[in-house]
């Protein structure tokens, strides 16, 4: 049987934050493992600032229906990578087979990693987006693989598995795909807190209540039939196709149909984004062709037929 005993090592190499728990090394499911690519979970449990890995000792032990360890690492709240296992893990289940993974055995064929939110009533935080990203990445890398061996549970599960809930996959996996690039293609950010390159009407009031905020806080405004829209500047290196991305904390009481409107070679053009779901995470809004410069280029506008409090966070390009 396999094992995967550089795993720390890679992770921390790239980046990751790592805790190893206890007795890593020898700590697995007996059988076959021999992974050719990554499974992302989510817990079902309720994670927080203050209790920020909730599901790692069950991650650890196993449940009265299932033996332990039930994954190789648990990413908790802020992003950390907890160790649990280099090797065989009752995380997979049965692969009914996506993308270029077969249908199999997926504890045989899949690394898998519990990203400890509960999936129903809250989202991935940005913390852990970013370090399963980082991560992936870099085990896809030492596997020998491309981003398509990066795959959701639901996607593979063959009993109706729904993790991990509230994330694009087709977005993670480019995400995957860009880290593994080295960073060729080109991508910038912009937060609300971005120095000289976000702007907004004092109308615009600042929150940090959110867990899933982009960074420290973000900006809000009530809906209204006038133009005061947030603006965010980016210096767009060549005229080409861009991927628009963007991520906003979501909240029940924040708006169904807020317009983004995207500054195009051809003009504005306006995308709508249901801020009540799918927060803390990049969630594309098109790919478009942008002008070459450093100008206004994405927009917030207040001017939404939803009620519900209009959210500007942050905007992510993509040279595609
Ligand atoms: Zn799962």
Known sequence: MATIPWLVDVLRAAGVQVVVEGDWL???RPGDFNPIGVLWHHTAATSSATNPHPALNVCINGRSDLPGPLCQALVDYHGVFHVISAGRCNHAGTSGGSGPIPAGDGNTLMIGWEIDYNGVSQEMTAAQYNASIAATAAVLKRLGRDASYARGHRETSTTGK?????????????DVAAKMSGGTAWSAVVDNTTA??????????????SGQRYGGDYRYADPVAASDAAWYKFNVPATANYRVDAWWPANAGYNSATPY?????TGNRTVYADQRVNGGQWRSLGTFTLPAGDANRVGVSRWSS???????DAVRLTRV
Not at 162 to 174: E, G, H, K, Q
Not at 306 to 312: D, K, P, R, Y
């Open 162 to 174: 729904i993790d991990p809930s509230f994330i694009d996959l087709n977005v993670m996996r480019a």
């Open 26 to 28: 020898n700590r697995m």
């Open 306 to 312: 939803g009620s519900g409090l209009v959210i500007a």
């Open 196 to 209: 000289g390159r976000f702007t907004a009407s004092a109308n615009w009031g600042v929150s940090s209540y």
């Open 261 to 265: 409107v995207i500054a195009t070679t």
